[in-house]
């Protein structure tokens, strides 16, 4: 497995497995000197956690991260950040049946033939959705050392089955609305919007199912200039990272997918001058161009799954006995995983812009 | 700039701007002993040049492809293969007056803020469309070596403006229907799609405007257990490298972007047996599986903004005088870059895809 | 910082200081299915270790390395494996005064340079020589799957201050002299090297100075055809991870620099049939040739100064003063660093031939 | 075969075979902006060249650089760089005989081995010392924009034979003597010296054998702080572009293995103040500490093997046959490598230093 997400500055080495001593990671080339808030830190594990309502797993965590290093009076120093979460709240019993019957649309089955049975697969070992928390750790570290530089990063819920929330203004995003959104746990532009949302999960609760979503993710304050063209793109370089987060299924930049119904004309982004300064009439190109950053805000939506945990009964295959099988699995599940991968995609977008930033 | 496909094994290097002494790439890593199917080669670099009908700029380009290095009596060495593809038809005087005023959508400006001025900005230099044929040349190559090891590879045009092709049936895709589309200059599944795409390339092209689509592209035996979690899926290479495709916005796998309208009971790809071995009900994963080739087919799309030039006059600004200005391009322009970049999304997936089975 | 060791297949992630809570390691892409030996890796950690007897500091570490992650009733899974260490015998005071006079031949002073006074300083901080601990850990699990490879490596002391070792018979190294030197904490072939050796390093202990040495490995059982030419040789990759080493400053492959006074006729390793196999009849090549293992031994050496920590009074600045200054180091030191390099060296290279094999 | 030197931020990949159409370069990531000085790339490049005098073999190659992207009107534009070198004076019918019987000290057998007889063998195909030609190329440019930076770099023939030239003065590097070192074809710092090496070379030739020697480098004007410590150390980067030189056997930085002798307080650099600035006492560590830069002169020394093609008979294997052979190499050798060494040693260490000043 690679759980290294090898920037050109900071590299993040993920650990761990859902059932095991902890889970943690290292971040590697983080800036020396940066203060951290340690309250902006647990408010996004908390963010992430599981357990706060019913949109997500009744299972508890604590998720209480102990820096082993990096760290001194309060300050990065410069040398490796290593961060430990230990595992608590473990009920192995719960997968037990699942080692032999893949459930569908998790990792089990490519997992069991890319490792012939020797990785841990409890509570989904080193595959399992808590591997995001270290990300989470990462993220916050990193919107901070982004701060330093006038960037403020964060994300909403731009769907979830077919409600849909209010979109990013894309050229025009205060930093207020993304300081709110930063603070909440189901983030959404506009109130009514989360409450259609909270009623369209707990529908899907009740049926035993889950259902999926769109995240939408802005950052400002990012001058032109940054990343670079063909093989080094801002578009490449924040969805390899944004894939590694467990149920994404597509990343579209700005007008994205949309994009195909248009004429040039319609999607164009024309420059005028405001202030003085070059400035956009609009930002359908999501504040990239040709691999570079525009100066306009940099926006993205990201497309995750239904959670493939659900009560219903299953067809599988027993791996052991190959035998056609029907799988129920009982553990807790999360009906919707959306509203906690919010800070997920933060953290993936901000590690990656800071080495974006730090890299030119 | 980085134009360095940096993965594991084939290491691709892209080199030359639009209206240099030439274009091309060193292809590093490229297994030895492959027999090279010149003629495969040539229809590739033929199904990205333009100047083959009406969709298409009518600028004419040789693309005659000269290998310096790594191939010896037709079969790959094992060295780095050199590939040079002179310019020939390049007409500078086009595109005077762009350098100051940078063309909407277009990499000049943020290139511009990034690079000082020093780039050579003549036809988009570096940055220029005309930069993916060297990536053709190395898909081409790629391919090649992808069905030595039973793998194919091919691409069809999903939708162009508000037209749409039959998708892939994901679950079931037959080698003879992807033998058809590797041929295809204008590659659909059907052929009334074909024709009613051709119609809205046309409007577009007399209005002096472009329109935008999607490709989707689909890879078949490729077993399971190749690629890894978190930070080296396959859905993260394969979208980094599709990104470096100018114009490129949006990747999905599978039903993507759709899945946030699903419940997991109709998303998940349930198991069951066929002929005794383990095979999928469903391939809403489009054949990834926690990062990881799950064994169905691997199918995704690619979402390609209209090209930005357009006859239409457009606001833009004076970067030397610091004024608004208004901006009309007089070159020659795809109308619609979809059917051209057919082969560069199957390029690119082919070079990425390759290097994952070489990897494992 | 950049403390990883970014191999094509293991990347090593070492984090933590000196005086912190915790060091260690997290190991990346380290094979699955592989039974751990829980003894030698003690046995390697405590080579390692100081406190043994009078040629190493007199001050006492546990290192006992807590498993996080990775391993499974005893046997690797696949999934990263971290490691921790905690630190527990340290001394703050006795660093006190150093952190504004630069110790001389420490990193203190361009590390003041570089992160301007924000690095953690006690006791070396980051840069401290405790850091190869978690190095060992993670050679002693790449030595592990070295040997399901048929590979066994090894190292003894080539040299100290005057007195020298038997070399190894580059051409013919047994295996049972690297099973006897493994085990070693003083490892010599001779053994009135070793009572010589001993004897040097006390001479220096009392005159409260130190003194330099060479260590010299071998691998054995790794067949013709690893690595690869100019950028991915095998001398290069090792070299890289040596010079990770503290101290280290020179390495050489066969005859090394000795070469430089030999004619191609004295130097040129002909080869001859053996039980009908390709043989070598001389190994001054050191087992590689062109970047590439050639099937003979592989064999090095690494320079090792004397420790710069010496109870000498040494000139010094005084970096916030600006003033001349005598330095007198009280803390406990090595009065000769390299019998406790020796694992470290086996280290770097067993997880960098692992790459190498694994990278084939 | 990986022939890409990965750098940090400039990435050379290079291509061609001895006997092939071409051979060159493209160097990534190179800053934009830098004016060339063609006269010095060409120096650079005929100090490489063969056929200059009896130290060389008399093969004569014209090594007329095309560049065929990446600069125009004479400035680099940040877009790749690439450039052709084509092959002219090839003579394949004198290496026929080798490509089955491997010689000695050459990557023919371990080539043959891992490619399986796939690689080009004519004239030691892409494993020939005339790829290097690319190196020194890319090498002047980078001396060039290090010299927009202050930094100058050069290298002197240390020793061949039994013949030693004067070392430089490690604390005190005059600019005035890299400059000259840097024209010479023959550089030594004393004229003695390079009367005697010759003579030695001489003797070699009329015996029909070779001779190795050293090669030490010197840059000036780095100041402290640049590179990092264990995975990114000055002395691992530079070891490892150094080893992609054909026929490099050992590298050793400032005292390198002389410090195995030597106690701590005669290794020791002290620091003093000078003219109120931190300054060093000696500069036995080479400029490097920690593997940082400490602002001292950058010294470090590469040992180079005899030429292995030698005009008397060697003891061989048919690879064919599975016999003992006889190999008597007829084609043009080099009696001593070592003076056409030092441009590429110092091509080496250009590229690898001006990307770890850009990496900070």
Known sequence: MSSILANNKIRLSVFGESHGAAIGCVIDGFPAGIELDFDKIKRDMQRRAPGRDKTATPRKEADEPIILSGVLNGKTTGAPIAVEIKNTNTKSGDYENISLVPRPSHSDYPAFVKYGGSNDVRGGGHFSGRLTAPIVFAGALAKQALESHGVKIAAHIRQIGSVCDERFDYNN??????????????????????????????????????????????????????????????????????????????????????????????????????????????????????????????????????????????????????????????????????????PVVEAAAAITLLDILLDN
Do not use: W
């Open 173 to 342: 995003i205060n930093k207020e609305l993304l300081e709110r959104l930063e603070t909440e746990s189901f983030g959404t532009i506009s109130a009514e919007a989360e409450a259609k949302m909270r009623a369209e999960i707990e529908k899907a609760r009740l049926d035993g199912d889950s259902v999926g979503g769109i995240v939408e993710c802005a950052a400002i304050g990012v001058s032109g200039g940054f990343g670079g063209n063909m093989f080094n793109t801002v578009e490449g370089r924040l969805s390899y990272a944004l894939f590694g987060i467990p149920a994404v299924k597509g990343v579209e930049f700005g007008a994205g997918f949309g994009l195909a119904e248009r004429r040039g004309s319609e999607a164009n982004d024309e420059y005028e001058l405001k202030d003085g300064e070059v400035a956009f009439k609009s930002n359908n190109n999501g504040g990239v161009l040709g691999g570079i950053t525009s100066g306009a805000p940099i926006v993205f939506s990201v497309a995750i799954k239904p959670t493939p945990s659900i009560s219903k009964p299953q067809a599988s295959v027993n791996l052991e006995t190959n035998e056609n099988a029907t799988l129920v699995i009982n553990g807790r599940h999360d009906p919707c995983i959306v509203p906690r991968a919010v």
